[in-house]
Every structure is written in C-alpha cells, then in structure tokens.
C-alpha cells in the first residue's frame, strides 16, 4: 500500500498548481524508491518508458516546423494557390478534402493530416481563400464557422476512415478482445469491411452538409451586413 503514495504526489502536486512534469517525474521516482527499486533500476524504467513511447513526442519536432512554415507565408500561398482555381469553392473544396482524408485513411495514412500540421496552416486558409473571392473580406464569425468546418472535415475523414483498414490499432483491439473473450475466431478483415458501408454514409451526409455550406455562408454574410460591414468593423478594431 505504501506504493501507492505516489498517487498522492501527484494529487498534491496538481492542486497546488505545480509543473506536471515535475509532478508526474517526482511521483514516477518516489513510486520506485518505495517500491525498493535501486536509483538505476529508476532511471532505467524512466529510459525504456520514453524509448517505447517516443512517437508521442513527435509534436516537439512537428509544432516548430509548422510555425517556422506559418512566419514564411505559407498561409498566404495557400490562399492564392486557392485564388486560382475560380470554381472552387469553400464547400466544394471541404468535401473534397473529406473524401481525400478518408480515403487515405482507408489505407492507413493516417498521420498526412490532422489539426496542426495541415487544418490550421492549410486547410482553413484555402478554405476561407475560397470565401474571400467570392464575398469579399469575411466577418470574423464567419471566419471561425469555416475554420470549425475544415476542421470537422478532417475529424471526420479520419475517424470513419480509418476502421477501414486492417491494420488499425481499433481493429486489433476489438479483434483481440472478442476473441479471447468469447473464444471465436474474427478476422480484422471482416471488421474493416463492415466499416466501408459506415465510412460511405459519413461521407454522404457530412459531404452533403459541407456542400450547403456555400449557400448557408451568403446568408450568414448577407445578415451581418455583407462585405462593406467586415471592412468598417475591422478598420473600428485596427483604430482601437
């Protein structure tokens, strides 16, 4: 029982406000000292705990790049890669995102996409580029309305794509499960191709959605005064 006051550590440590890597470092010692683990054994467990779980690490190395990517303009680029393509619009180019994120993750692509590395800095930036040619600048509640629709894209995309391959630690895992459970035999084929009549009806109803976004952004922008309105309340804004 004396092991568990590490748990207690960390309780303490989190409600006074403490540094959680302090915190949860302070618990993971005091946890293997009172469990007599030698001061190597300690820093050994700390060691093979980081070597198996590196990957979640991955942002420390991903968030710069795309922040150094964002100051060089690539937000802009975006937006005038976008200009170009005169028929493209918002909707338009979110369900085609949709049905790009889906069906990569079908095959397992899972990590091409995703909030920081390709919403924020791309996704959304095309996405309100499209708005922009059409009506001008944007309000800033129309412009959080496409941002939180390019992001439900890619959620979307991925999480009903994703159960369509194989090889997917879901898949694994219910397999797993059911079978040391129940005592069958269930392939993660099986599972994968149930999940393609769920992927398809995702991507018709959200698809269907994102392609009414067009019309459903013109009302929104016609309400709040149109174009004129976005210019005057932003210049009121850079005056304050």
Same mark, same amino acid.
């Given at each position: 029982?004396?092991?568990?006051?590490?748990?207690?550590?960390?309780?303490?440590?989190?409600?006074? #406000?403490?540094?959680? $890597?302090?915190? &949860?470092?302070?618990?993971?010692?005091?946890?293997?000292?009172?469990?007599?683990? /030698?001061?190597?054994? &300690?820093?050994?467990?700390?060691?093979?705990? *980081?070597? /198996?779980?590196?990957?979640?690490?991955?942002?420390?190395?991903?968030?710069?790049?795309? @922040?150094?990517?964002?100051?060089? !303009? $690539?937000?802009?680029?975006?937006?005038?890669?976008?200009?170009?393509?005169?028929?493209?619009?918002? !909707?338009?180019?979110?369900?085609?995102?949709? +049905?790009?994120?889906? $069906?990569?993750?079908?095959?397992?692509?899972?990590?091409?996409? !995703?909030?920081?590395?390709?919403? #924020?800095?791309?996704?959304?930036?095309?996405?309100?580029?499209?708005?922009?040619?059409?009506?001008?600048?944007?309000?800033?509640?129309?412009?959080? #309305?496409?941002?939180?629709?390019?992001?439900?894209?890619?959620?979307?995309?991925?999480?009903?794509?994703?159960?369509? *391959?194989?090889? %997917?630690?879901?898949?694994?895992? %219910?397999?797993? *499960?059911?079978?040391?459970?129940?005592?069958?035999?269930?392939?993660?084929?099986?599972?994968?191709?149930? +999940?393609?009549?769920?992927? &398809?009806?995702? *991507?018709? %109803?959200?698809?269907?959605?994102?392609? #009414?976004?067009?019309?459903?952004?013109?009302?929104?922008?016609? +309400? /709040? @005064?149109?174009? /004129?309105? =976005?210019?005057?309340?932003? =210049? &009121?804004?850079?005056?304050?």
């Amino acid at each position: 029982m004396i092991v568990l006051l590490g748990v207690l550590v960390v309780i303490l440590g989190f409600a006074t #406000r403490r540094n959680p $890597l302090l915190v &949860v470092g302070v618990a993971g010692i005091a946890t293997g000292l009172l469990g007599k683990l /030698s001061p190597q054994e &300690v820093l050994a467990a700390f060691g093979n705990g *980081f070597a /198996s779980s590196r990957s979640v690490t991955i942002f420390v190395i991903t968030l710069p790049v795309i @922040g150094l990517l964002e100051r060089h !303009g $690539l937000q802009e680029q975006a937006r005038t890669l976008i200009g170009k393509l005169g028929k493209l619009t918002t !909707g338009r180019f979110l369900a085609l995102y949709l +049905a790009l994120r889906q $069906l990569t993750a079908a095959f397992g692509l899972i990590s091409i996409g !995703g909030p920081a590395q390709s919403v #924020r800095p791309m996704v959304a930036p095309m996405a309100e580029g499209a708005a922009e040619r059409r009506h001008g600048p944007l309000p800033e509640k129309v412009r959080e #309305r496409i941002r939180s629709y390019s992001a439900s894209s890619d959620t979307v995309g991925l999480f009903f794509g994703e159960d369509c *391959f194989l090889a %997917i630690g879901s898949i694994l895992l %219910i397999t797993g *499960f059911v079978n040391s459970t129940y005592h069958t035999h269930l392939e993660p084929l099986q599972l994968a191709l149930w +999940a393609i009549p769920t992927a &398809v009806c995702a *991507f018709l %109803i959200h698809g269907s959605r994102l392609l #009414r976004l067009d019309r459903s952004l013109e009302s929104q922008i016609a +309400a /709040s @005064g149109g174009p /004129s309105a =976005a210019v005057g309340s932003r =210049a &009121v804004e850079e005056a304050k």
